[in-house]
C-alpha cells in the first residue's frame, strides 16, 4: 500500500527541514513524498533542494492560497493513502507512518486519525497543549469537534468520490473537507489512539483576532455549504474542546 505524504510551504526556512527529514526518516517505505511551494524567497527551496534525490515530487510556482496548494498535491499524488505534514511540524517518531498503514491493512475503513501534540514555535521540545482526539460520533460533531487534520489520512479514492478542499474558504477549508466526509457521506473512520504528529503554536488561523472572526464564519458555512444545519451553539461548545487541550496530558 502506497501513502503520499504531501507538504505545502511557503517562506518556511525556520522549520521547514524539521518536516522533511521527520518524513523521511519513517520506517515505513512505500513513501511517496510530495512537496509544493509557493514560490518561496527566504531560504525554503534551497533547504528543499539538498533533499531533492528523496523527494518523489517538487512543485514550486505561485498559488491561490493553501487550500489550493493542497489540491495540487492530492491531483498528482498517486498513493492509496494521502496524509498532510505542514511544513513547520513534524512526525513524533519513526514509527507514525507504520501504525497508519497497520490501521489500514487491518480493518475496513475509508481513513484513520490519531493525536496531536501542539509545541512552542521556538523550543520544539516544550509541549504546550495536547490534543486527544478521541473517537468519532456525531454529538461530538454537533458540538463543533473535528479531526486534527495532520493526524488525518484517508484513502485518495475518497477525494475522487467527494471532491477535493473548497479553495473558497481561506481558513476553514480543512475543517468543510472533514465535514463533507465524516458528517455529510459517513466515511468508515477509525481511531488510532496513538500520537502522531507535533504540530507547532501559531498556525495561519491563529495570527490575530480578524482571522479568528473570519473563521469562526467559515465554520458556519462550512455546514450550510454541505446542506446541514449548523448546531446552534457550536460558536460556544467549539472554545471548549481548545481549552481542554491545555489540561490533558499526553
Known amino acids: 500500500m502506497k501513502m503520499s505524504i504531501i507538504t505545502i510551504s511557503l517562506n ?15 520506517d515505513y517505505k512505500n513513501v511517496e ?21 528523496n523527494i518523489a515530487k517538487i512543485i514550486s510556482e505561485p498559488d491561490n492560497g493553501i487550500y489550493d496548494a493542497m489540491n495540487k498535491g492530492i491531483k498528482i499524488s498517486s498513493g492509496d493513502i494521502i496524509g498532510f505534514l505542514n511544513s513547520d511540524d513534524f512526525y513524533i ?21 490519531g493525536n496531536l501534540i501542539y509545541i512552542d514555535r521556538l523550543n520544539k521540545n516544550m509541549i504546550t497543549r495536547y490534543w486527544k482526539a478521541g473517537k468519532c460520533s456525531e454529538k461530538k460533531i ?26 473558497k474558504f481561506l481558513i476553514a477549508a480543512d475543517y468543510e473537507l472533514m465535514l463533507r466526509f465524516i458528517k455529510k457521506n459517513k466515511i468508515k473512520l477509525f481511531y488510532l489512539d496513538q500520537n502522531l504528529v507535533c504540530m507547532r503554536e501559531g498556525g495561519y488561523s491563529a495570527t490575530n483576532i480578524q482571522q479568528r472572526i ?29 481549552l481542554r487541550q491545555y489540561f490533558t496530558k499526553p
Open 12 to 26: 518556511s526556512a525556520n522549520f521547514i527541514e524539521d518536516a522533511i527529514e521527520s518524513v523521511l526518516a519513517q
Open 33 to 53: 513524498y510530495i512537496v509544493i511551494d509557493g514560490g518561496s524567497t527566504d531560504g525554503t527551496l534551497e533547504i528543499i533542494e539538498k533533499y531533492r534525490n
Open 93 to 113: 517518531d519513526n514509527k507514525a507512518l507504520t501504525k497508519i498503514a497497520d490501521c489500514f491493512t487491518g480493518q475496513k475503513i475509508d481513513g484513520c486519525y
Open 142 to 167: 454537533k458540538r463543533g469537534w473535528i479531526i486534527p487534520h495532520p493526524a488525518f489520512f484517508v484513502k485518495k479514492e475518497m477525494y475522487n468520490k467527494y471532491g477535493l478542499f473548497n479553495s
Open 214 to 242: 473570519k473563521g469562526w464564519g467559515e465554520l458556519y458555512q462550512a455546514w450550510r455549504i454541505n446542506g446541514l444545519k449548523p448546531p446552534l451553539f457550536l460558536f460556544f461548545n467549539r472554545p471548549f474542546f481548545k
